[in-house]
Nanobody, 125 residues
Framework: VQLVESGGDLVQPGGSLRLSCTAS????????MAWFRQAPGKEREGLAG???????RYAQILKGRFTVSQDNAKNTLNLQMKSLEVDDTGVYYC????????????????????WGQGTQVTVAS
């Protein structure tokens, strides 16, 4: 399984950015996928994800600013980010795992086996 993120950039506070993750090598469509972020000096945290059956979950800290989406073939996971804040700075990772009925674990990084290399998002004026 290979996951490749793209779209990271330097953006001013209040700006928007769209990240994409292209997946290859998935044996079937029964997968959960999610976006994570790791800020400097902090642990990796789950942001938003989509379960194998199409349910969406978001971290409460996002306050509705991010939207996760997936194409019909399930080989691209997107993250639309708006009203970006300085605290959104970090490396953003895409991850995938075997689909699970335990939807409450969707944003737990310990549940994931497949990770992309990450893309840097920097929010600064």
């Amino acid at each position: 399984v290979q996951l490749v993120e793209s779209g990271g950039d330097l953006v001013q506070p209040g700006g928007s950015l769209r990240l994409s993750c292209t997946a290859s090598g998935l044996s079937n469509s029964h997968v959960d996928m999610a976006w994570f972020r790791q800020a400097p000096g902090k642990e990796r945290e789950g942001l938003a994800g989509i379960t194998h059956d199409g349910s969406h979950r978001y971290a409460q800290i996002l306050k509705g600013r991010f939207t996760v989406s997936q194409d019909n073939a399930k080989n691209t996971l997107n993250l639309q980010m708006k009203s970006l804040e300085v605290d959104d700075t970090g490396v953003y990772y895409c991850a995938a795992k075997e689909g699970s009925p335990k939807w409450w674990n969707l944003l737990d990084p310990a549940e994931y086996h497949h990770w992309g290399q990450g893309t840097q998002v920097t929010v600064a004026s």
